[in-house]
């Protein structure tokens, strides 16, 4: 059994590849079972077999405690996590090959938060990973792509469980970005270049020094160009997945 954890930024598209990647798993004859951990999701893109909206209730928790919108996602997540123990059970009860959790479109009150260890301590037993989401048309520029390199180390950091980059959406934005991104993360030559030639001596001086800190890290950790509405990318991440978690590829039927 693969856990696999999706987590990034607002508008990353992580719903959107929860469902796309289970519908091609499925397609290869994988079992997978799907997770929803985001209780403020007015819909989503696919049929969660488990959705923490059936155990608390985001709007009531905001109306009844006078809560703002972040501050109601982070009681009702802390509601959850009192009952880790009977969500473990649920989710650990099924036996699949993939079990494929959505995370809370605001990534730094899950990845920042006790709450957010203690699901990826307590779902799922063994053979653990997380996708960590990029944003191609975000990233295309030097500076952002720095920005988001450090947040994927702290992520990295925070968790402790192996990782994957996803380069998302690739097919909403033009080629060029794509090669541009992929020839920063391998070569930190190349981005510093780039980060000189683009920014402002103040910030040319900040980014260089976040990413000479930061890539040493990240450059560890693959990235995939993936996309959701097309289902590139989703062998590469099939494979990239078996070999991250260290146990062989899995044979597709």
């Not at 954890?5 to 929860?18: D, N, P, R, V, W």
């Not at 990826?120 to 990233?139: A, E, S």
């Not at 030097?142 to 702290?154: G, K």
Request: aromatic letters at 8%.
């Amino acid at each position: 059994m693969y856990v696999i954890f999706i987590i990034g930024t607002a508008g990353s598209g992580k719903s959107t590849l929860a469902g796309a990647f289970s519908d091609w798993l499925r397609s290869q004859e994988q079992s997978t079972l799907l997770v929803n951990l985001d209780p403020a999701a007015l819909t989503l893109p696919y049929e969660p077999d488990i959705d923490i909206r059936e155990m608390v209730d985001y709007e009531r928790i905001m109306m009844t405690k006078k809560l703002g919108p972040n501050a109601a996602l982070i009681a009702t997540l802390r509601e959850v996590a009192r009952h880790i123990e009977e969500l473990s059970e649920e989710v650990n009860s099924h036996n699949v090959d993939f079990i494929i959790v959505d995370t809370p479109g605001q990534l730094e009150l899950f990845a920042y938060r006790k709450e957010g260890r203690l699901f990826t301590k307590y779902l799922g037993q063994d053979r653990k990973v997380m996708l960590f989401l990029l944003d191609p048309m975000f990233c295309a520029v030097a500076r952002n792509f720095v920005a988001s390199m450090f947040l994927a180390s702290s992520v990295y950091l925070t968790f402790q469980l192996p990782m994957i980059q996803i380069l998302n959406k690739i097919d909403a934005v033009p080629k060029k970005y794509i090669n541009r991104i992929e020839r920063w993360s391998e070569s930190i030559d190349s981005l510093l270049i780039d980060i000189e030639n683009r920014s402002s001596k103040v910030l040319m001086h900040l980014s260089r020094e976040v990413a000479q800190a930061v890539y040493d890290i990240v450059s560890s950790i693959p990235i995939i160009p993936v996309s959701s509405i097309t289902m590139e990318g989703f062998p590469e991440l099939h494979a990239m997945l078996t070999r991250v978690v260290g146990e062989g590829e899995i044979e597709l039927r």
